[in-house]
């Protein structure tokens, strides 16, 4: 649903995330709030809180963390809120009066959703592991299951370096060995290991440790991996954005590029553009696949890292939601308030206007705000330095790279100035730290780095050659990383990169790190004491997320935090020159970070500030590995595959326009006046009352021959290629059968010119070519349909009594997967189980225990898809295009084989069922025309069993064959005909 931005959240969300935390400091002082929560989360309440435990530990939670905790508890568990509108409506009416009500009624808004608005850098990781371990724990523990908890966790993270952090947290560091990182992860150096006296109180120590080690699932194994008591599923967020978008991609009109005008009717087609890539293709269809999965599970907490991904887009005066959101409102869709999503983010908001219109609106489920003005002054990041230039005298620079077009020439002089001063601040930090640090050999741990933030990934390469070429660096004190336009780091190079760069801090070089988009989320390295933006977008959102790369400590050690305190007075308060630069991030001026410098201390950064005082065993747990039984060769089925022989293939390979029937909608006169004879025409329209006027024509004289070769091109690949599964969770382009495309270009090309109109047709001449591109009349449609047609007749043109036949048993498939509360253990079948739907899958459950009941039945099989990606046939659908088609199970009676689709009795009469059946009819035809041995001896029989069929028949006594034979499909009776 789209939402107008006139007016927007504005602040509100942060006035109630203040209201909020009122109330629970309030109700946390007087002893209420504990006494309000179960059994299991006052034990956490104590253990992490309480004087008595904090004392004793070298590391507690701050007071940022602590509210963050205690304000999702107190809403989520205290005031069981079941959506945004009632969070607001418990804590304040008088706030909730100032939202716009029907925005926070949206289906997104539905569930228990809260967002935690915390600096870069103040340890949002800690509370995300201490809001898992409370979720699970009651989930595992309450005795009479209030639906409030879950112990199945999907954490979505921005890019591959966060999603390595979590992995560090959850499983340990990687370990190293000559140099290299092993693979394997050492739990010992995990975050709940090291804090495992913080996080986790020893009563349920090896609860939470047993969880942690047997349920971590990594985003290729989502939906595959089985694990124990619940799930702790880690991945990035291009699993829910579905497919990856380049800003590369523009429109052209059909003059230049005539697929364009195709691209409507024709599915996407692997390639090389961003998106349609085989590899990309194969995202899609495992992201679409572990979305279905998470779909599936009866309840689940979904914790998003800078959770802004989710924020709305505006496009033409319209708020819409992005891929990510739609993935979550999916996978949220079923559950209700089993739904938890707990979203993390320091830069929580979208921005309207400009300049003194220019307003924040900040998400409206924020439940707390620890924002960097607050974690500046009590030294929980590092303070901010903004090295200026003397403009006295000086020429004014320009900031931006050289550029001739689209081509980069150089740095700016503006540019080279400002790398300079961020050198020359970097060697004057080494010296300090190297003096007061080092040891008695010279090392030290205390290694300052420089972030260059770029332009582009054009320019990061001149950054380098300047560094090195100029001002004297060595190769190894720079290293370069540039970024996909999504701002995350390419997976072919991330491997390369890993080890250099999550060790970045142990060692004196690289000293220098260029980049462009990649290092503005999740760069969790400590020791960034320098950042030169060479960037120039105004963006706050952007200029926030690149400040944050570098605000994370540098200095924790006890011993310095004096000195560190004494600074922040210096500089916050007495507004004086630090005595030291330990813990200080210096900015080197940019004029959009002058501007942006200039709001934060406006807010009153430079401000003193006052401190501040489910339940059932989860649906991934029972999903079980089966397999065959000890006697499945008396079930065993196999799949007659037919093999042509290349002779054959070869005899039917040259097609001619004269198997191709005429395009008959419309004639070529009738479409020639549809299209403009003089070229593209523009017209003028006023913005605010549309008034139209001033049209005017574009000559269009630009259709060439090698656009005509390309439109054929571009037809052929489509119709000659269809996408099959390779393995349960890939997929790959295959050709619809070997054929000399030459042959098959030509007599398009025939077809086109001489057939198509039932007259000759010359595209080039009087901008004839503008009718093919008639979106709406159907004329590729047609062609498509023709092609196909002629390609799976030739497929089907088999000579039966040479063919060779290859028998694939199921019995090779020796393992599935499946859920054990949606499954049956049945005699008749080669497994030791089989599944059946969750979501209304009593249809197949009470098929499958007719079958396995009945003593005419001698073995069925439901044939899973994702496992038995032999067992289906092609067919062509309704709008042309070839496809697979996987019956959902297969029964054998005495001498007969039946391939029985279940069906819904709305969904018998759908066009594409339709399809299927002719298909499978008509492979069943060359089955039946084997020799006995090659079909086990039987009848292949196709059946479309209805629901209602079903349950009328066997409730009346029919037996199985009764029903299969009464629902047994013909040819004739496909179509409608007597005879």
């Known amino acids: 649903m789209a939402v107008s931005l006139n007016t927007g959240t504005r602040d509100i969300p942060l006035e109630f995330a203040r209201e909020l935390t009122a109330i629970v400091s309030r109700e946390w002082e007087s002893g209420d709030f504990i006494n309000k929560t179960t059994p299991v989360t006052q034990d956490l309440l104590k253990f992490w809180f309480n004087g008595v435990f904090c004392d004793i530990r070298s590391v507690n939670f701050h007071e940022g963390q602590k509210q963050a905790i205690l304000n999702t508890i107190y809403l989520h568990e205290i005031l069981k809120t079941d959506s945004v509108f009632d969070m607001y409506a418990a804590v304040s009416e008088e706030i909730s009066a100032q939202m716009d009500i029907a925005y926070l009624k949206k289906d997104k808004f539905s569930h228990p959703k809260y967002c935690l608005k915390m600096a870069t850098g103040t340890g949002k990781t800690w509370v995300l592991n201490a809001l898992l371990i409370w979720q699970y724990l009651n989930a595992k523990l309450e005795e009479n299951p209030s639906g409030r908890f879950t112990k199945n966790f999907l954490m979505v993270a921005p890019g591959l370096i966060v999603y390595e952090r979590l992995l560090d947290a959850y499983l340990g560091k990687e370990e190293e060995g000559n140099g290299q990182q092993s693979g394997v992860r050492n739990f010992e150096t995990s975050d709940f290991k090291k804090y495992e006296g913080l996080f986790i109180p020893p009563a349920y120590k090896e609860i939470i440790f047993g969880f942690i080690q047997s349920s971590l699932v990594k985003k290729d194994e989502i939906g595959r991996k089985v694990t124990g008591d619940g799930m702790i599923a880690i991945t990035n967020w291009h699993l829910l954005a579905g497919e990856e978008e380049s800003e590369d991609d523009f429109d052209l009109s059909p003059m230049e590029d005539p697929s364009s005008a195709v691209k409507e009717l024709l599915p996407v087609t692997p390639g090389t553009s961003a998106g349609h890539s085989l590899d990309v293709l194969d995202n899609q269809y495992l992201s679409g696949g572990q979305i279905e999965f998470l779909s599936n599970l009866e309840s689940l907490a979904v914790f998003n890292d800078e959770a802004h991904h989710i924020h709305e887009t505006k496009k033409a005066g319209i708020v819409s939601e992005v891929e990510w959101q739609k993935s979550l409102n999916k996978i949220a869709e079923e ?29 409206p489920h924020i439940i707390m705000d620890f924002d960097l003005k607050t974690a500046i002054h009590r030294g929980l990041v590092k303070t901010i330095a903004l090295d200026k230039r003397k403009e006295i005298a000086a ?50 741990d205390k290694n300052p780095k420089m972030l260059v933030i770029c332009e582009d990934t054009r320019v990061s390469p001149h950054v380098v050659d300047f560094l090195i070429q100029a001002e004297g660096l060595n190769p190894e004190d720079v290293v370069q990383i540039d970024s996909d336009k999504k701002g995350s780091i390419p997976a072919k190079e991330w491997q390369e990169i890993k080890q250099r760069l999550f060790n970045i801090d142990k060692h004196l070089s690289p000293k220098v790190i260029v980049s462009v988009l990649m290092l503005r989320e999740g760069f969790d390295v400590s020791n960034i004491c320098v950042t030169v933006p060479l960037r120039s977008s105004e963006a706050p959102i952007l200029l926030e997320q690149i400040i944050g790369r570098g605000l994370r400590l540098m200095w924790r050690e006890p011993e310095y935090q004096d000195v560190k305190a004494e600074n922040r007075l210096r500089l916050l308060q007495k507004k004086q020159e630090p005595s030291n630069y330990l813990d200080i991030l210096s900015i080197v001026e940019h004029p959009a970070f002058i501007r942006f410098y200039d709001d934060l201390i406006s807010e009153g950064l430079a401000v003193e500030t006052r401190d501040l005082p489910g339940d059932r065993t989860s649906v991934l747990g029972d999903i079980i590995n089966v397999g065959l039984k000890d006697n499945y060769r008396e079930y065993d089925f196999y799949w007659p595959i037919i093999i042509q022989e290349k002779e054959e293939t070869l005899k039917v390979m040259a097609p001619t326009a004269e198997h191709m029937s005429k395009f008959e909608w419309y004639s070529l006169e009738q479409l020639q006046k549809m299209v403009s004879r003089e070229g593209e025409s523009f017209f003028s329209e006023e913005v605010t009352v549309k008034t139209r006027f001033g049209e005017y024509k574009v000559t269009a004289e630009l259709f060439t021959a090698k656009s005509y070769n390309d439109f054929l091109a571009k037809l052929l690949k489509v119709i000659t290629s269809s996408l099959g599964k390779i393995s349960q969770r890939a997929m790959k382009v295959f050709p619809v059968m070997q054929i000399n495309n030459s042959f098959l270009i030509k007599a398009l090309d025939d077809f086109i010119k001489n057939r198509l109109f039932n007259q000759p047709f010359d595209p080039f001449i009087d901008n004839n070519w503008r009718v093919l591109l008639l979106s709406k009349s159907g004329i590729i449609e047609h062609i498509i349909k023709e092609v196909s047609r002629i390609i799976y007749e030739m497929q089907n043109a088999i000579n039966v009594e040479e063919a060779v036949v290859i028998k694939k048993y199921f019995s090779e498939v020796e393992e599935i997967k499946l859920r054990e509360n949606f499954s049956l ?60 088609y996987y019956p959902d199970f297969i029964v054998k009676i005495d001498n007969s084989i039946y391939l029985v689709e279940t069906k819904a009795q709305k969904d018998i009469k759908d066009p594409n069922v339709k399809q299927k059946e002719l298909g499978a009819i008509d492979r069943l035809k060359k089955i039946n025309e084997l020799k006995s041995e090659d079909r086990m001896n039987c009848e292949w029989s196709y059946a479309l069993l209805g629901e209602t069929t079903f349950y009328s028949m066997r409730d009346r006594g029919a037996s199985i064959m009764e029903i299969l034979e009464f629902s047994r499909l013909t040819e004739e009776r496909i179509e409608g005909r007597l005879f």
């Open 825 to 884: 253990e049945l005699t008749k079948t080669i497994y030791r189980r089989l599944p059946y739907p969750s979501n209304k899958g009593g249809f197949e459950k009470n098929f499958m225990l007719s079958c396995d009941n009945d003593a005419q039945v001698n073995s069925f099989l439901k044939i899973n898809e994702n496992y038995h990606d032999f067992a289906h046939f092609k067919y062509i659908r309704t709008d042309g295009m070839l496809s697979a």
């Open 395 to 444: 020429m004014e620079l320009d900031f931006k790279a050289a550029r001739e077009g689209n081509t980069v020439l150089g740095l700016s002089d503006g540019q080279k100035l400002m790398l300079r001063a961020g050198l020359q601040k970097l060697r004057i930090l080494e010296k300090q730290f190297r003096d007061l640090t080092c040891d008695k050999s010279g090392k030290t």
């Open 335 to 363: 559950k209700g308030t089993r739904f938890v999503q707990i979203d993390f983010s320091a830069t929580p908001y979208d921005v309207t206007g400009s300049g003194q219109k220019r307003t924040k609106h900040f998400f």
